[in-house]
């Protein structure tokens, strides 16, 4: 069975800081691999999709990274901003799971001015 | 392009009486999901539906949730008798692709429920 670990859960980081968010999971048989972003009160927005083949994906200040093989990934996030606050969910679509998403808990950050 | 449109947004009912969430998928979707997603958690996949072919609802209770895909494109999701533990957000989602493209996933603004 599938679990999607997230590391740290809570985030606070002074404006301008340059900052990581840590997903692992556990089984690498995955065919991609999903960054999200929730607002308080709304759905989720989706960021960055990393295929199992490649190794990372940009945009804008946004950078997703994949190991897919020890089972990691990274979203980087530069020069946060007030605005970046939300939680940020990872999720991975599995091989053998009926390509069912399995979510972390997420990270909530916070950005402060 | 319309998102994914839920509603009610919010609904509070007492324990074992029954409630029901609507879902329009963006248009041209394929796929349309419920997840269920309780406070601090991450969501957790109820059933996805192919056009109106149910791909997987091997998480849904099935002896109190129920959903249909009425003609391949909006969908209801049903729970009868309610718990308290089903006190959560559910979300609808929908890809144009199968689960396997690596079509991007849209999520709509969720419906909160709370059962006292």
């Known amino acids: 069975k599938q679990e999607v670990t997230q590391i740290p859960a809570a985030l606070s980081v002074p404006e301008g800081e340059n900052l990581v968010l840590n997903c692992s999971f556990t089984?690498?048989?995955?065919?991609?691999l999903q960054w999200f972003r929730q607002d308080p009160g709304k759905g989720l927005t989706s960021l960055l999709l990393?295929?199992?083949?490649?190794r990372e994906q940009t945009s804008g200040r946004l950078n997703a990274s994949l190991d897919k093989s020890s089972g990691r990934s990274t979203l980087y996030i530069a020069a946060s901003q007030p605005g970046d606050s939300a939680t940020y969910l990872c999720?991975?679509?599995?091989?053998?799971?009926?390509?069912?998403?399995?979510f972390g808990e997420g990270t909530q950050l916070t950005v402060n001015p | 392009e319309a998102g994914v449109a839920q509603s009610p947004r919010y609904k509070i009912i007492e324990k074992r009486q029954s409630v029901a969430f609507w879902c329009n998928p963006i248009s041209g979707h394929a796929t349309l999901y419920w997840y269920q997603q309780i406070l601090g958690q991450g969501p957790k996949l109820l059933i996805q539906f192919q056009n109106n072919g149910v791909v997987d609802d091997s998480q849904l209770p099935k002896d109190r949730f129920s959903a249909e895909r009425l003609k391949g494109v909006d969908s209801t999701l049903k729970i009868q008798p309610a718990k308290l533990e089903d006190s959560a957000v559910y979300l609808c989602?929908?890809?144009?692709?199968?689960?396997?493209?690596?079509?991007?996933?849209?999520f709509g603004e969720g419906s909160w429920l709370t059962v006292v």
């Open positions: 089984d690498s048989a995955i065919y991609n």
């Open positions: 999720a991975v679509r599995g091989l053998t799971s009926g390509s069912r998403l399995t």
């Open positions: 989602a929908s890809s144009r692709g199968t689960g396997f493209s690596g079509n991007t996933i849209y």
């Open positions: 990393i295929q199992s083949s490649q």
